[in-house]
Each structure stands twice: as structure tokens, then as C-alpha cells.
């Protein structure tokens, strides 16, 4: 764990300098990795074939999973991960991002917050998502989906000034890597529905993942039973 939080605070500390920072290149620092051991899918020469045989291969010991459900869960978590980021509330995303890419997040949310800096993602769009790429070995089922998404992409500092970025939303492509274990099955679809907050026990209406508003505790449905491991801008 320590060596998690020293990358990522070393990854929240990279390329932030304000003046030398292009346009579209997004501020997050946080990209995380696949689980050891495992791998994740070479899109491009897998192609096709390749992400067939991975689904098949999932299938072959879960035989609900469905692409469609996945990637409308995928779709929530993504506003969820990101709405972490830019309110700077990163237990909400705790529950659905491995250790190592949770952490990097959390670093860079305190550097943020220590500079009094907030990231805004305006007026961002889910556009499209695919699965891209899967694979099913090594004790990890793997699932790249690629997703398509637009927004602004820009800093702003304690006073309000942007400092970094590009305030006109533009189109961006990442793939976003998700692991489970091999022996996981899929659960019935989520649905948003009212849960007790585990730390003050008000009931909060949560869909995958959501913040208390009572005591700002994150509030996990635990129905997807994915992590995010691993971010790759394309």
C-alpha cells in the first residue's frame, strides 16, 4: 500500500506545470495497471476474433454475462469515476477501482485540494462504448471497453482563473480496463435503489456507487462486481 500512495502521489505531481501544459490533453494523472500476473487484451492485433474468443471464454463459466448490461453499467461507473474526480470526493469511486488506480486518484485529489485547484470536465458526454477487447486467463477475466466520450478539459485555480486546459469541449478516446477474478459470476442488473449508509445508517438512493449526503460516506451497491485497473488514452 505505501508503494501505491508514493506513485501515486509521484504520478499526481507529474506535468503540472500550468504554462507548458497543451490543449487536450486531459490534467488527470491517474492510469493505473492491470492486475499482476495478468494481461490485458492487445486490441489491435487480437482484433475481432481475439475479443469473440475472450467473450466466449468468460461466458464458458459465466454464461449471464451480457456486453449490453456490461457497458451500461460501464456507462454509470464512468460518470461516477469522474464525478470523483472533479467534485474531489474520491471515496466515491473507491469501490469500483483497484487499489493501485484509487490511490493515484486520491494523490492528485489532495495535491488539488492542497493548491486549491479543481479539474472541470463541462458539459461531458458518454458518446459510445464498445468491447473492445477480452480475455478470460491467469485467474482474471479481462474486458477492455473503448469509450468515446466529449467534454471541456481544464483547471481552474484558488481563484477562480484557468490555468490549464481547453475550455471548449472536444471529442477523446480512452480505453478503460476492467478485472475480476475468473471465479466471479454476474449479478442481476443494477438498479437504483435505497440502501442504509454504512456510517450513519440514513437510507441513500445508489445505482452503483454514490456519496451520503448526511456524512459524505461512499455508499456501495457492490452489484458490479468489476474494477476499473487500468486507464489507456488513445
Known sequence: MARWLAAGESAANLDLQPDRAPLHQTSR??????????????????????????????????????????????????F???EAWTALKPPLSQGVMA??????????VRVYAGRGWRN????????SAV???????????TVTVRINANSADYDLDAGGSVIRGD????????????????????AQPGTITSQACPNCGASVNVDITSICPFCDAAVISGKFGWLLTRIDRI
Open 120 to 127: 472541470l470536465l463541462d458539459q461531458l458526454t458518454f458518446t
Open 29 to 78: 494523472a491517474w492510469f493505473g495497471q492491470v492486475m499482476p500476473g495478468s494481461w490485458a487484451p492487445n486490441v489491435d492485433s487480437d482484433g475481432v476474433d481475439g475479443k469473440l474468443a475472450g467473450v466466449s471464454a468468460i461466458r464458458a463459466h459465466d454464461p449471464a454475462f451480457d456486453e449490453n448490461v456490461f457497458l451500461a453499467q460501464v456507462q454509470r461507473l464512468f
Open 167 to 186: 475550455i471548449k469541449p472536444w471529442d477523446w478516446t480512452e480505453d478503460w480496463i476492467f478485472q475480476r477474478p475468473s471465479t466471479a459470476a454476474t
Open 80 to 82: 461516477a469515476v469522474l
Open 131 to 141: 468491447v473492445a477487447g477480452a480475455v478470460s486467463n491467469s485467474g482474471f477475466d
Open 99 to 108: 487499489s493501485l488506480i484509487w490511490e493515484q486518484q486520491s494523490a492528485q
